[in-house]
């Protein structure tokens, strides 16, 4: 297969499009909608409220949403939540008052924790949360919502047994994997330190790792690492919980001494099986010092590590994240990095225990901050090494959504969507979902078919500026004559029996296909387009096969990032 330079015609008109598209680039490049919002309807009365600060997120992998809110206009003033294509919905409803549902075990819901972990939320619509309860035998306990049944049950209280044979004072969020399974992390004592972690599965609850267990890098666990807080007399709560997987894969970060002092530790609970896959002092795939390990690690579909580490020293302010395997890893984004945009980013974070940062592509989703004026920002970081702002205050969508601040909770990755919290115009504190996060290439449908079905036009390439895209056209005439139709939004025009998608910024350029019905072209994106730029490009092919001696392919559509 070869590919063609542009020749200089079509590359000059392919540049200006480039740049007459720059002209109207829109400040919010890709598509908004709002999944939820402080003030939507509750079925059963009253209404969701919703933190900026403090909404954590849990999609599953059908994008659907678990989260903890408050509810205004009823007795019962928080819930746990579930937002998917029925709607939103509450499973379990509490008060301070003696108001809320029935706890599983005895005793009412009054609080549930929202600041720092989501609760856990699987494929399988299931939902694992922690929860004070009243009037009941415990305080507070970790409860698993059936979505199949609707049931509700409990997994662990405080006062339960331990494996060990104490009992359960300290409790922590639970990570509830695909499989079924629940992590979390607990403790004997009521304090915030000595943890251990736990995994639940078909009603057992076993520990898998403690402080005194020897690290495999060398050395005794001195503390695992998870935020903790104590209010009043309640016992202390975790807010953290461990990474779990469906094959049963543990990953935990870990305080050491006599070795390594700071280690990722991953687990395979199906056979006990420990590495440390990430340990201080050492130096990471590109010969740099591991300084210290920031946030809680994160498994994806793949079985990798998604982890941010301080790299250099106790003075370096460079933060990078990477992708782990065991073996190895790729670098996903680090601090210092300028966007495509120009936007200069000197923090990024993932605050306490994100849900769906990084897909099994490696690509990751970033709340950031920019050096000038302390902006923040939704980004995106592509396993290709392309970054690109996906949301920033004052952003507008075509559909009415405009940002006016992005929250602080982490945002999450579901397949090529994005969801973050952020104050939306009108609105107030919103649940918000941005679309097409990683398609530079988007295929606009609308082709026609000839002699050998609808031909399938086609691009690649990161459209970076000064970087090589590739737009390549199969499937049509064999040496037919191709008609290359350039312009800068859609105009989907009734023409020959098909859709004319683009609207024409140029005349149409003539070019062929070869011998196989195929033509493929290169063509360089100049250095300078802002992002956001975008370009529609199809081919109409003369084809006595078509309605009308024609045949077309697909639309294309093209963004800078």
């Keep these: ?73 009823s007795p019962q003033d928080q819930g746990v939540f579930v937002v998917d294509r029925r709607g939103l919905r509450a499973i379990a409803l509490g008060c301070a008052g003696g108001c809320g549902d029935a706890a ?40 698993l919502y059936h979505a199949g049944t609707g049931a509700l049950e409990k997994v662990v209280a405080v006062g339960d047994a331990t494996p060990q044979g104490g009992t359960f004072t300290v409790l922590g969020a639970g990570m509830l994997s695909d499989a079924g399974q629940i992590a979390f992390f607990g403790n004997e004592v009521d304090a915030g330190t000595g943890l251990s972690a736990y995994l639940w599965s078909g009603g057992a609850i076993s520990r898998v790792l403690a402080s005194g267990d020897p690290a ?93 580490a ?30 495509s945009d120009g936007q200069y980013i000197t923090a990024a974070y993932d605050t306490l225990s994100p849900s ?44 009415g959504v405009t940002l006016t601040s992005i929250g602080a909770s982490p945002p999450s990755l579901v397949g090529d969507t994005g969801l973050f919290v952020a104050n939306v115009s009108g609105m107030g504190p919103a649940i918000v979902r941005v679309h097409d996060v990683f ?46 139709l350039i312009g800068l939004k859609q105009a989907n025009a009734p023409f020959k029996g098909g859709v004319l998608v683009p609207l024409l910024a140029f005349p149409p350029v003539m070019l062929a296909t070869d011998a196989a019905g195929e033509m493929h072209l290169q063509t360089h994106v100049p250095p300078l387009v802002p992002p956001c730029t975008t370009i529609v490009m199809q081919d109409w092919i003369v084809d006595p096969a078509g309605p009308h001696g024609a045949a077309a392919s697909n639309g294309l559509e093209a963004e800078t990032p």
């Design 1 to 73: 297969m070869q590919k063609l330079e542009l020749r200089a015609g079509v590359a000059a008109a392919l540049v200006a499009t480039w740049l007459l598209g720059a002209a109207g680039a829109a400040a919010q490049c890709k598509p908004l909608d709002v999944a939820a919002w402080s003030g939507m309807p509750l079925p059963g009365g009253g209404s969701l409220q919703l933190s900026s600060n403090e909404t954590q997120l849990a999609p599953n992998a059908q994008g659907d949403l678990a989260l903890v809110g408050g509810v205004s206009g």
């Design 439 to 484: 398609d530079s290439w988007v295929d606009l449908g609308q082709g026609l078919a000839g002699t050998h079905g609808v031909p399938a036009l086609s691009g690649t390439g990161s459209l970076v500026g000064g970087s090589v895209a590739n737009v390549d056209l199969v499937g049509a005439r064999e040496n037919a004559a191709v008609f290359l």
């Design 310 to 339: 301080q790299v250099g020293g106790p003075l370096s302010e460079l933060i990078e994240w990477w992708l782990l395997d065991g073996s190895g890893g790729q670098l996903l984004f680090k601090t210092k990095t300028q966007l």
């Design 104 to 143: 599983p075990g005895g005793g009412t819901f009054t609080t549930f924790y929202k600041a720092g972990s989501p609760p856990g939320f699987n494929a399988a619509g299931d939902v694992v949360f922690l929860a004070d309860v009243s009037g009941g035998p415990s305080p507070r306990g970790l409860f």
């Design 356 to 399: 769906r940062p990084v897909d099994e592509g490696g690509d990751l989703i970033l709340h950031a901050i920019a050096a000038v004026g302390s902006k923040h920002f939704v980004i995106s970081c592509a396993a290709d090494g392309t970054n690109r702002v996906l949301a920033q205050p004052g952003a507008s969508s075509s559909n």
């Design 216 to 308: 495999p890098a060398g050395g005794i666990i001195s503390a695992i690492q998870a935020n903790s807080f104590k209010s009043g007399k309640q016992p202390w709560v975790v807010l953290d919980r461990p990474a779990l997987d469906a094959d049963g894969r543990l990953a935990i970060k870990a305080l050491v001494s006599g070795g390594p002092g700071g280690q990722l530790i991953v687990i395979d609970t199906n056979t006990g099986h420990a590495e440390t896959w990430l340990a201080t002092g050492q130096l990471n795939p590109l010969g740099e010092s591991w300084f210290n390990i920031q946030g809680q690690p994160v498994l994806n579909g793949a079985g990798q590590v998604a982890i941010d």
